[in-house]
């Protein structure tokens, strides 16, 4: 009964460098979304992908970051050239579906740290 | 707008008493809302929903009440026990898909 399965919880960058952090979403789910979290602060809305596709990417950054949930395989956030300013924790979230009474169900995140 | 804070409010109760966490919501196009918990280095774990057809919401030992008229949402947690303790967050959903989280609340259980 594996839920939303995140790696690395935890991942340590130099400036300059990227970052890939994986979701694998609960199993049925087909719909997978990606949240930031600052220290005491709500998550904030990335990106919401279905396989192959990316259905709204309003949240996500132009520059350096982008993501995909290929046909196999989990989705990847991908951050290319890290800043200090990357650091936080990341979220994934799936869901079976969309609207009303198909809640996500969040992973434990990636807690990304820029030197 | 979304709700920012860089210091969440604390609700303190005692083990056994019934907590009360209020939200107040942003935008009247949302029609689904949801509570979260979060405990200290977690993701959110899903506490229960409602639509906006609903004023209130009952689950195991817990009831989300909804007041539209006013956009406020709250959670009420009947003997709140220490395993309640956690950061509590309203999210709704005004833009189809992505949930809008609110800036969350901190609840501290006294043994």
């Known amino acids: 009964n594996a839920g939303v399965m995140q790696n690395p919880r935890h991942l340590v960058r130099r400036r300059g460098q990227e970052a890939r952090l994986r979701c694998s979403p609960m199993?049925?789910?087909?719909?997978v979304y990606w949240y930031r979290q600052l220290p005491e602060e709500g998550l904030k809305f990335m990106v919401y992908l279905q396989k192959e596709n990316i259905i709204d990417e309003s949240g996500m950054p132009k520059e350096r970051f982008s993501a995909e949930f290929p046909k196999e395989g989990p989705s990847i956030l991908r951050i290319q050239q890290v800043v200090r300013g990357d650091s936080a924790a990341y979220f994934c979230?799936?869901?079976?579906?969309?609207?009303?009474?198909?809640?996500?169900?969040f992973g434990d995140g990636t807690r990304l740290s820029i030197l | 707008g979304e709700s920012v804070g860089l210091h969440l409010p604390t609700l303190s109760v005692q083990e056994g008493d019934n907590s009360i966490i209020n939200c107040a919501y942003s935008n009247s196009a949302s029609d689904y809302f949801i509570w979260y918990k979060q405990e200290s280095g977690k993701g959110p774990q899903f506490i229960i929903d409602i639509r906006s057809n609903m004023d209130k919401r009952q689950g195991q030992r817990v009831t989300v009440l909804l007041n539209k008229t006013v956009k406020h949402l709250s959670l009420q947690i009947a003997a709140t026990q220490p395993g309640d303790s956690a950061v509590y967050f309203c999210a709704e959903n005004p833009y189809g898909n992505k949930l809008v989280f609110g800036a969350g609340t901190i609840l501290r259980v006294k043994s």
């Open positions: 199993k049925g789910h087909s719909h």
């Open positions: 979230a799936s869901s079976s579906g969309t609207g009303v009474n198909q809640p996500q169900h």
